[in-house]
């Protein structure tokens, strides 16, 4: 089964960006579709983007569209995510997520692995 490591989170002022990578090892990436959640401290983990495993369509939440862009490397077993004009209400843990299925799911029932996280902090 994949295993899966996020890095690249830190502390930012709001308008900055950040670029958070997945790090897939243990099987092949091109297997997954994958997405990006993340979880602010005292509320649900929620869904961010995803993209399917077969032709790179993708998915974003509304409150990120236009700002964030998900991509995969399936070369490198890495997916990425460029965090544009961040805003103080983007401060969560952002977590990947993996699903053998071609669909993408928005829903973080529809994933079977995920990472263990990483901090992304917006100051204003």
């Known amino acids: 089964q994949v295993q899966l490591v996020e890095s690249g989170g830190g502390l930012v002022q709001a308008g900055d960006s950040l670029r958070l990578s997945c790090a897939a090892s243990?099987?092949?990436?091109?297997?997954?579709?994958m997405g990006w959640f993340r979880q602010a401290q005292g509320k649900e983990r929620e869904f961010v983007a995803a993209?399917?495993?077969?032709?790179?369509?993708?998915a974003y939440s509304g409150s990120v569209k236009g700002r964030f862009t998900i991509s995969r490397d399936n070369a490198t077993n890495s997916m990425y995510l460029q965090m544009n004009r961040l805003k103080e209400e983007d401060t969560a843990v952002y977590f990947c997520?993996?699903?053998?299925?071609?669909?993408?799911?928005?829903?973080?029932?529809?994933?079977?692995?995920w990472g263990q996280g990483t901090q992304v902090t917006v100051s204003p």
């Open positions: 243990g099987d092949t990436l091109r297997r997954y579709s």
């Open positions: 997520a993996a699903r053998l299925s071609f669909a993408i799911s928005l829903t973080s029932t529809g994933y079977e692995y």
């Open positions: 993209v399917t495993k077969s032709d790179g369509r993708t």
